[in-house]
């Protein structure tokens, strides 16, 4: 690690459901990892063994002993032990330096994260070794990454696609007019798929094969010859226990996404109908940027601009937005000091 990490060990967390990502002042992005942890269960006590990108490999594959987790849930801590140690792992790798001083952490939450939800994963930083902690909610971070000029008195729509959920806001003068958080994301695009598969092809498949499947041929969208793409995947056939393979094409995935696709519509109109007319306006003529590792989806974009007949974009490093935005937070603290959240 470079000399200048002794100065400078600021940082800031994206904490989200699928992948942690962490910013350093005046470095960037510096880790981005699963959000798995593995630990072994030794006379009621959880010893951690693996964190990260070798827990995930982990998942769907390990012996009674162990078990491989994501602790964090639709955007907040579910188990708050493994959190912590999750947590604590993440600093450490980026800050070598524990013991000469603590790192001053900015964390970014959901926007409908509640009090107690917010306490827990405060105190869980706080436990990792922060020494200060502040929250920004996801939304801000989401726009402040994509570049948007949140300051202005114009409106702005960010939709932000994570992995448990989708955060749909309005901003204008720095801070949120409308915010709304759906229980919708990455993750329930691939239980659609595993539930998609099992109902019409009686075909089993793990979590990490319907993360594939999205990842490598999703669409939201029907394809014009009515099938398009296909790949190989193997699981396992209900109907007599083998394990089989099968060719799935991208008219079936987008037939499976159907209903998450259709919420985030939703949720983007129902935003639209709760912005007052003057910023409502102003979306119109703007457009809404997407944001998060959700607006990958293969042309989700387009399957939103014909629902909601407007201008729809996908933000630069969409993946990186919300770390980039807590990170802005971080390094320009003075001037976004409205939108962080000290209250400890």
């Known amino acids: 690690m470079a000399f200048g990490g002794l100065f400078s060990t600021d940082m800031a967390i994206d904490l989200g459901t699928a992948n942690t990502l962490v910013y350093v002042k005046g470095k960037g992005v510096i880790l981005n990892e699963p959000s798995v942890v593995a630990y072994h269960v030794k006379d009621g006590q959880k010893k951690v063994l693996e964190v990260g990108e070798d827990a995930k490999l982990m998942l769907g594959r390990t012996p009674g002993s162990i078990e491989a987790i994501r602790p964090m849930r639709e955007g907040v801590i579910a188990d708050f032990d493994v959190a912590e140690a999750m947590i604590k792992e993440f ?53 402040i990454g ?14 932000d696609i994570g992995g448990g959920t989708t955060e749909v806001a309005v901003l204008s003068l720095g801070d949120i007019v409308y915010a709304r958080s759906v229980r919708v994301g990455g993750d ?9 598969l099992r109902r019409q092809h009686n075909l089993l498949i793990g979590d990490s094969t319907a993360e594939r499947i999205k990842t490598t041929i999703g669409t939201a969208r029907m394809p014009d010859d009515g099938r398009g793409q296909s790949m190989e995947i193997r699981g396992r056939d209900l109907l007599n226990g083998v394990p089989k393979e099968t060719e799935i094409n991208q008219a079936q995935v987008a037939e499976a996404l159907a209903e998450p696709v259709q919420q985030i519509c939703e949720a983007v ?11 409502a306006a102003d979306i119109v003529d703007r457009g809404v940027m997407l944001t998060g590792g959700g607006a990958l989806l293969g042309e989700l974009d387009l399957a939103l601009r014909e629902q909601t007949g407007l201008a729809i974009s996908v933000a630069d490093e969409s993946l990186n937005c919300v770390a980039m935005g807590t990170g802005k937070a971080l390094e320009y603290e003075k001037q976004l000091r409205h939108v962080i959240d000290y209250d400890s």
């Open 91 to 143: 600093i450490n790798k980026v800050h070598k330096r524990g013991f000469l001083s603590k790192p001053h952490v900015i964390v970014c939450v959901p926007h409908g994260a509640t009090p107690v939800e917010k306490r827990a994963i405060r105190q869980s930083v706080q436990m990792a070794g922060a020494k200060k902690v502040g929250l920004i909610a996801e939304p801000i971070a989401a726009a």
């Open 146 to 159: 994509a570049g948007m000029p949140i300051t202005d008195p114009t409106g702005n729509m960010v939709v």
């Open 188 to 196: 329930r695009m691939d239980e659609a798929i595993v539930s998609y």
């Open 269 to 279: 109109m129902t935003a639209l109908e709760a912005t007052p007319p003057d910023l």
